[in-house]
């Protein structure tokens, strides 16, 4: 199975920060590499697909980048609303598997 | 719009089964792939399986070979997860999503449905 390692686990900033994330894959897998966010209680949300594909109705603040084994979820001017746990996705191969989540927290 | 609705809330003790379902609405059922994920308290997603639900074909994660069955109803839009044999480390949110064709990536979620394991 392919490993999705994520950094950090936590973070804590302020409204208006630019935040990155880190995912990691344990093979080269393209650009099958996909974001989500996740609010407590609730179903995770696409964010972005295939490395750095905006999903429809996405704020523009989100961005991803990325190919091989390297990938990286940026925000820029963090929103109030963004306060939640973000996570990675491949679907290069079965079985797919997640990063264990980043939670960003209010600073 | 699509729409993912999944049954409710089950308490199961353990040696028992669990069958989830998943109403799909707002899309051709048979087109896209349905998968079904957990998370258990605290902790991230695990990949369960998929299912065609074109054709039923289906494909499990190896930690659920032989203990999951995934089907499809092409009548009604729906897929089922059924569990069987249990455990306490079974308790977790499950999850059904649509996979959107070329990448898999799951643009749309069920609300998930709560299964708790105890005796």
């Known amino acids: 199975d392919i490993q999705m390692t994520q950094s950090p686990s936590s973070l804590s900033a302020s409204v208006g920060d630019r935040v990155t994330i880190t995912c990691r894959a344990s093979?080269?897998?393209?650009?099958?590499l996909h974001w989500y966010q996740q609010k407590p209680g609730k179903a995770p949300k696409l964010l972005i697909y295939?490395?750095?594909a905006l999903h429809t109705g996405v704020p523009s603040r989100f961005s991803g980048s990325g190919s091989g084994a390297q990938f990286t979820l940026t925000i820029n001017g963090l929103q109030p609303d963004d306060f939640a746990t973000y996570f990675c996705?491949?679907?290069?191969?079965?079985?797919?598997?997640f990063g264990q989540g980043t939670t960003v927290e209010i600073k | 719009q699509v729409q993912l609705v999944q049954s409710g809330a089950e308490v199961k003790k353990p040696g028992a089964s669990v069958k989830v379902s998943c109403r799909a609405s707002?899309?051709?059922?048979?087109?896209?792939?349905l998968y079904w994920m957990r998370q258990a308290p605290g902790q991230g997603l695990e990949w369960v399986g998929m299912?065609?639900?074109?054709?039923?074909?289906?494909t499990y994660a190896q930690n659920f070979q032989g203990r999951v069955t995934m089907t499809r109803d092409t009548s009604t839009s729906t897929a089922y997860m059924e569990l069987s044999i249990l455990r306490s480390e079974d308790t977790a949110v499950y999850y059904c999503?649509?996979?959107?064709?070329?990448?898999?990536?799951?643009?749309?979620w069920g609300q998930g449905t709560l299964v708790t394991v105890s005796s």
């Open positions: 093979q080269t897998i393209g650009v099958y």
């Open positions: 707002g899309y051709t059922f048979i087109t896209q792939y």
């Open positions: 299912i065609n639900p074109s054709g039923g074909s289906t």
């Open positions: 996705h491949q679907t290069d191969n079965t079985p797919h598997t």
């Open positions: 295939a490395a750095s």
């Open positions: 999503a649509r996979g959107v064709f070329g990448y898999s990536h799951f643009d749309s």
